[in-house]
């Protein structure tokens, strides 16, 4: 899935496209949600969880890995040295 076709998805065809289509890679939380980080085709998606709703407040998208540092510091890298 291209970054223009993910875009004009609705809601609900985002969530159900990163959460069947898309391979989990990082969580991390930021203030009143829980972030997930997922890799769906050729870009990353960040789907944006209240944790009080439990619901979708929003997505982000890039395809710069410069967006993925906030999840690197998260990464273990025990037992692959």
Not at 11 to 29: A, D, F, M, S, Y
């Amino acid at each position: 899935m291209k970054l223009s076709e993910f875009i004009v998805l609705t809601q609900e065809e985002k969530i159900h496209t990163v959460v069947h289509g898309g391979v989990l890679i990082g969580k991390r939380n930021n203030y009143d949600c829980k972030v997930f980080l997922f890799q769906v085709d050729e870009i990353y998606v960040e789907m944006f969880c209240n944790i009080d709703t439990r619901q979708v407040d929003e997505f982000r998208f890039f395809q710069n890995p410069n967006g993925l540092k906030p999840y690197l510091n998260r990464i273990s890298l025990d037992g692959i040295v």
